[in-house]
T-cell receptor
Framework: GAVVSQHPSRVICKSGTSVKIECRSL??????MFWYRQFPKQSLMLMAT?????????EQGVEKDKFLINHASLTLSTLTVTSAHPEDSSFYIC?????????????FGPGTRLTVL | EDQVTQSPEALRLQEGESSSLNCSYT??????LFWYRQDPGKGPEFLFT???AGEEKEKERLKATLTKKESFLHITAPKPEDSATYLC????????????FGDGTTLTVKP
C-alpha cells in the first residue's frame, strides 16, 4: 500500500514558538493532502485540505493564520503551528490520496505528537 | 450534512469470540465508505474501501459489508493483536474530497 511519512514524530516546544510538521508521500504523488487533529480518545477532526500548488482550504473554526499549510510539491505538505500555546498540544495527522490507483482511499501518516509547554 | 455513527463505543471480547462493529451513515450520494484501524499513538491504517450496497471485502479475520444505510465490520475468532480502535469514514460525491469520520469503536480482545 501507499506510504505516508511525517516528521517529526514528537515535538516539545515552548509557548510562543512556531513548529513545522512535514508530511511526505513516499511512493506516490499526492495532489491532495489532508491535515487532521486528534484529541485523546476522540476521532479525527479535519483541519484543512491541501492541494498542490494552490491555497489550502480550511475547515470552519480553524485559524488560517495560526495553522499555515503549504503544499509545495506533489510529495510534500507542511503544517506550521505559529505562536504555539498549550491548547495547541495535540496529535496531528496528515493523509494523502493516491488517485493513480483509481481509488478514493486516504493513506495516513504515523502522526506527530505536539506538546507546548 | 454527512454523518457517521459507530457502535458500540467500546467492545470487549474473549479471544475467539466473534462479533460485529456497526457504522451507520447518512450521506448525500456515497462515493465510498472506508474502514481504518488505529493503534494508540499511531495514524490510522487502511483496511477496506466499499463503494456500493451489497459489496463485501475480507482480510484475514476481518470482513466488511455495506448496505445503503450502514456497514458492518465482522471479526471472526479475534486474537489479542486485533485490539485497536476501528474507524469508519464516508466520502460523498460532492464534498470537495473530504471524508467524514465516526468516533470509532475501541476493541479489546482478552486472551
Amino acid at each position: 500500500g501507499a506510504v505516508v511519512s511525517q516528521h517529526p514524530s514528537r515535538v516539545i516546544c515552548k509557548s510562543g514558538t512556531s513548529v513545522k510538521i512535514e508530511c511526505r508521500s513516499l511512493d506516490f504523488q499526492a495532489t491532495t493532502m489532508f491535515w487532521y487533529r486528534q484529541f485523546p480518545k476522540q476521532s479525527l477532526m479535519l483541519m484543512a485540505t491541501s492541494n498542490e500548488g494552490s491555497k489550502a482550504t480550511y475547515e470552519q473554526g480553524v485559524e488560517k493564520d495560526k495553522f499555515l499549510i503549504n503544499h509545495a510539491s506533489l510529495t510534500l505538505s507542511t503544517l506550521t503551528v505559529t505562536s504555539a500555546h498549550p491548547e495547541d498540544s495535540s496529535f496531528y495527522i496528515c493523509s494523502a490520496r493516491e488517485p493513480s490507483l483509481g481509488e478514493d482511499t486516504q493513506y495516513f501518516g504515523p502522526g506527530t505528537r505536539l506538546t507546548v509547554l | 450534512e454527512d454523518q457517521v455513527t459507530q457502535s458500540p463505543e467500546a467492545l470487549r471480547l474473549q479471544e475467539g469470540e466473534s462479533s460485529s462493529l456497526n457504522c451507520s451513515y447518512t450521506v448525500s450520494g456515497l462515493r465510498g465508505l472506508f474502514w481504518y484501524r488505529q493503534d494508540p499513538g499511531k495514524g490510522p491504517e487502511f483496511l477496506f474501501t466499499l463503494y456500493s450496497a451489497g459489496e463485501e471485502k475480507e482480510k484475514e479475520r476481518l470482513k466488511a459489508t455495506l448496505t445503503k444505510k450502514e456497514s458492518f465490520l465482522h471479526i471472526t475468532a479475534p486474537k489479542p493483536e486485533d485490539s485497536a480502535t476501528y474507524l469508519c469514514a464516508v466520502r460523498a460525491n460532492t464534498n470537495a474530497g473530504k471524508s467524514t469520520f465516526g468516533d470509532g469503536t475501541t476493541l479489546t480482545v482478552k486472551p
